[in-house]
């Protein structure tokens, strides 16, 4: 799939099969994270894939926003240091890890946005790290709208050259 192609269809995905992802489609959307550009090439992220059935249920029931994640195939936990622009890294290389799971076929979604101390310890991430989201992968339970989003026009979100000069 043409990497805009996987912009335009990809949608959040929270019901899954119960079908393994193969181990070269984790990988690639682990590499994907791990290419993906930083601040001064920081790289301030640590990628906890989790497939374990009962570590994911326990997951699950920590991250109040994604229950879901106990019926993924997998989830990705990305773990930050402390850097001034590790939230930002931290987001483009999840983008990166979910664009690839969708030119798979694996859907994902982005489940809590820090505060996610309480799977620390049961994932021994170190107290100086922070959680920044949990990432569910998985194939899509039921057919997904495949580039139906309900989004504001082009002109209402972009302007050119200056705020609010219409972007034809």
């Known amino acids: 799939m043409e990497v805009f192609e996987a912009v335009r ?17 984790v990988r690639r959307i682990v590499e994907a994270g791990q290419l993906t550009a930083s601040s001064m090439n920081g790289q301030p992220w640590h990628f906890i ?3 374990n059935r009962e570590t994911l249920r326990r997951i699950g029931s920590l991250a109040r926003t994604g229950p879901y994640i106990a019926q993924a ?6 773990a930050l240091d402390r850097t001034k622009f590790a939230v930002s890294d931290g987001s483009r290389a999840i983008q990166s890890m979910m664009l690839t799971a969708w030119s798979e076929g694996v859907g994902s979604n982005w489940v809590g946005f820090m505060g996610l101390d309480e799977a620390k310890p049961l994932l021994d991430i170190p107290g100086d790290c922070d959680i920044l ?11 997904v709208g495949k580039g139906k989003k309900q989004r504001k026009p082009l002109s209402a979100v972009a302007s050119r050259e200056r705020f609010g000069q219409p972007f034809e």
């Not at 195939?73 to 990305?78: D, E, F, P, Q, Y």
């Not at 989201?133 to 057919?143: L, M, R």
């Open 133 to 143: 989201a949990i990432i569910s992968f998985g194939y899509p339970d039921k057919a």
């Open 9 to 25: 269809t990809a949608l959040a995905v929270r019901q899954y099969q119960d079908k393994p992802v193969p181990p070269e489609v």
């Open 49 to 51: 894939v989790v497939e």
């Open 73 to 78: 195939a997998l989830a990705i936990v990305v």
